[in-house]
């Protein structure tokens, strides 16, 4: 591809293009970004050669935008010819809601989740070697072209990233429990905090509450588009929680001690998850 236009220069789209840029994968990258300063901040790192306000009718296209701002996109971009690639933390609710606006998609148009954030954010948090050794989780439509389907994986693999296919509302219902329970419950847990006990807190509570500095406007909207495998998350989470307070509650020590050893083994099972 002779160019890529990043939506949104945030952390995702200008981690991948600094990594584009590095392997070689466009002659030219630039940035459609309403915000000025992020914009402007981008051009200076050299993760983009400069802005747009248009998207090129060949241009191969990384709408790395708020995930509820990507069905729009989808729409305007619907007679697209390049790829379209998304990078949303949701995809099945995603796919969804692209059917109730009409189905109106780009047909080189590649659903697309890495496994890659940072809690933290914004042109400067970016970094070529993001998605190095990264997962990537890819969720095609029926639509999808197998030849899109194979580009759009060379670059993620270009990139150093794992690329993996999986079923749009399967991949809703595990990263509930995998991805956004967690920072439901980072969150939650810091409203409960004093402030002025945090200079008693220790690795445990820093290792725990890391992913509590994320982004609200992107997290909220996570939260909303998958609402419903978020719901059942959670109450599957009660019920284990239940289990413990009832434990405790009873000083049963025994049933503690196998909860605790049964999420252990389970913990360490995963390995190095850096």
């Keep these: 591809m002779s160019q890529l236009i990043i939506v949104g220069a945030g952390l995702i789209g200008c981690s991948f293009a600094a990594g584009a840029r590095a392997a070689g ?9 309403p915000d000025v300063s992020a914009a402007t901040r981008a051009c ?20 790395a935008c708020p995930s509820h701002a990507v069905v729009g996109w989808l729409n305007k971009l619907a007679d697209h010819k390049g ?8 995809k099945g609710a995603l796919l969804q809601q692209l059917a109730a606006t009409g189905d109106l998609a780009p ?12 809690e933290t954010s914004g ?10 050794d990264k997962l990537v989780i890819v969720t095609p439509t029926a639509a999808t072209h197998a030849e899109q389907l194979a580009l759009v994986k060379s670059w993620w693999r270009a990139l150093g990233a794992r690329v993996e296919e999986m079923d749009a509302d399967e991949h809703d219902r595990v990263y509930a429990s995998t991805s ?8 939650a847990y810091l409203l409960g905090v004093d402030p002025e006990h945090l200079h008693h807190s220790g690795g445990g509570f820093r290792d725990f509450s890391r992913i509590g500095a994320s982004d609200p406007d992107m997290w909220s909207a996570i939260f909303d588009l998958n609402s ?23 000083q049963d020590s025994n049933r503690l001690h196998e909860l605790i050893a049964q999420a252990r083994v389970r913990r360490l099972g995963l390995g190095d998850l850096t």
């Design 107 to 118: 047909t080189g148009y590649v659903p697309c989740h890495p496994i890659a954030g940072r």
């Design 180 to 187: 956004h329970l967690p920072h439901l419950l980072a969150f």
């Design 228 to 250: 419903e495998a978020l719901l059942l998350a959670v109450e599957d989470f009660r019920g284990h929680l239940d289990e413990f307070v009832d434990a405790i509650a009873a």
């Design 44 to 63: 200076e790192l050299g993760h983009v050669d400069g802005t747009v306000t248009e998207i090129p009718a060949s241009a191969a296209v990384l709408l």
């Design 123 to 132: 042109p400067d948090a970016a970094a070529a070697t993001l998605f190095l």
């Design 83 to 90: 790829p379209v690639i998304d990078v949303a933390s949701v």
């Design 25 to 33: 994968l466009f002659s030219e990258i630039h940035a459609l970004e």
